[in-house]
């Protein structure tokens, strides 16, 4: 069995948060702003490559009109399914709609350590913290959770990258690109430790995060970005984060057209420049406290529009990456438990093939170990729970129930035997009873989650060549050397 067969669900059933006219709807509302109010895009070659395909450009307010058309030419080129690679390919993740996987994502800026103390993060947090995602088999990618604030700005982002290959032979995301020149460095990388770029665009090792700018901008630099990493055969996510209320209209079905139209916009700009690129369909829509003014991932209405973001990379037939998490909890308690569990389970039960946002709190401003830990087990309650109930002759056992009849002895039963295994079992969560509890010393879950931690740090770490590490060293000493 293959890591990725641990995390195969089928083409399990879908929830509806809209109906399917609905989703229709919301399309048609898309193709409506981006005709008639359009799109800012702040690059040359995607406002050249619009414009050729039939867009209305200003050149002025870098804002392109896409007609309907042009959207549906570009759609029509997307790849439905391709592979994340990994450093060891045991670890490679097939995105095709009938696998699930849980991502860490960043880049946070505070590390909550064990008594408690929140502190600025460093570069050695993110290497940790991708040795402890490499040690949890729920946790199928790694990210810069946390930032490394101790390294220079100008390759800053390297070095976030360099950690997570180094603590972990997993798929990495990386989070924080700002322009072309790191994402040829991040390329180059990639391409050492794949063995080429040929061999890096078979099994593209990371995939970018990149954000759109609600409402109905393309980040400065964000497309010419895109380019860059389509060109190389990098998967990337686009990724807009609407606020319901203030970056976008109050109402949920308003904030999801808004939200969709930043999507849409720039796959229109990326397929038509570079077709079959591998883009995700991925966002993290949010709610406005109308008291505080503070933002909210977790809220009914902000779980509501991811939901719907399921149903729209559905309806495109692109792979969809959801934000999740981003519980205001500012340590882990039972707030960041139902918060997250919901909104992990609405995001894969809407169809996502992946979320992202385990191990952070405070609104992803923090990082806690023990996080990362508890979103593993619940990521593996929610993966079970997507795989349904199997009926065929073998688990319908008619044959085993008229056998033992009466009896009722089921325990030792040979069927019981065959598939004992098949139950999904607790690694973190409290199994005993209230007098072994109480004989542990009474230990919380966020106790056990700490200890189990501490258990995957204090193995050795993954092994990583030293004749490729200089050569990372290199790379990232040439980017900084051209930044002075």
Request: hydrophobic share 45%; aromatic share 6%; with cysteine.
């Amino acid at each position: 069995m293959t890591y990725a067969d641990t995390h195969h669900v089928g083409r399990h059933r879908h929830l509806h948060v809209v109906s399917d006219d609905d989703v229709r709807r919301l399309h048609e509302a898309t193709l409506d702003v981006l005709a008639t109010t359009g799109c800012t895009f702040h690059s040359q070659r995607a406002l050249d490559v619009l414009e050729a395909h039939g867009a209305t450009v200003d050149r002025g307010s870098t804002v392109a009109k896409l007609p309907p058309e042009l959207i549906e030419h570009a759609v029509a080129t997307i790849p439905r399914t391709f592979t994340l690679g990994a450093r060891d390919p045991g670890f490679d993740l097939p995105i095709d709609g009938e696998h699930v996987y849980l991502t860490v994502d960043g880049c946070a800026v505070f590390v909550r350590e064990a008594g408690g103390v929140v502190r600025r993060s460093v570069k050695d947090d993110v290497a940790q913290a991708a040795r402890l995602a490499h040690g949890l088999d729920g946790i199928a990618a790694t990210a810069a959770i946390v930032s490394a604030q101790d390294c220079p700005e100008a390759s800053r982002v390297l070095h976030e990258l360099d950690a997570c290959l180094r603590g972990s032979s997993k798929h990495a995301i990386v989070v924080s690109v700002k322009n072309q020149d790191e994402a040829r460095s991040l390329i180059r990388m990639a391409e050492a430790v794949a063995g080429g770029s040929a061999e890096l665009r078979e099994r593209p090792l990371f995939t970018c995060i990149l954000c759109t700018v609600s409402p109905l901008h393309q980040e400065h630099g964000g497309m010419d970005l895109a380019f860059t990493l389509a060109d190389a055969g990098i998967p990337f996510m686009l990724y807009p984060m609407p606020i319901l209320g203030a970056t976008a209209p109050i109402t949920p079905a308003g904030t999801a057209v808004v939200n969709n139209a930043e999507i849409v916009a720039a796959v229109a700009a990326v397929q038509l420049a570079c077709p079959g690129a591998r883009i995700i369909h991925a966002g993290g829509p949010t709610a406005l406290d109308m008291r505080t003014g503070s933002y909210f991932a977790t809220v009914p209405e902000a779980i509501l529009l991811r939901g719907i973001q399921g149903q729209m990379a559905a309806f495109y037939g692109l792979p969809g990456g959801l934000g999740y998490g981003g519980t205001k909890a500012k340590e882990p308690d039972a707030q960041a438990a139902w918060e997250n569990a919901l909104t992990m389970l609405v995001e894969f039960l809407s169809g996502a093939d992946f979320v992202f946002g385990s191990g952070l709190l405070d609104s992803s401003q923090i990082y806690a170990p023990e996080q990362l830990v508890i979103d593993d087990e619940v990521f593996g309650m929610v993966a079970r729970l997507l795989r349904s109930v199997r009926v065929d002759d073998e688990s319908l056992a008619v044959d085993v129930i008229r056998r033992i009849g009466f009896d009722g002895q089921y325990l030792f039963d040979r069927h019981t035997r065959a598939h004992a295994r098949d139950l999904w079992r607790a690694r973190l969560g409290e199994t005993g009873t209230y007098e072994s509890w109480l004989a542990a010393g009474a230990p919380s879950t966020a106790a056990r989650a700490r200890a189990r931690a501490a258990e995957i740090l204090a193995a050795p770490a993954v092994p990583f060549p030293d004749d490729l590490g200089r050569e990372l060293d290199a790379i990232i000493a040439a980017t900084e050397t051209a930044a002075r």
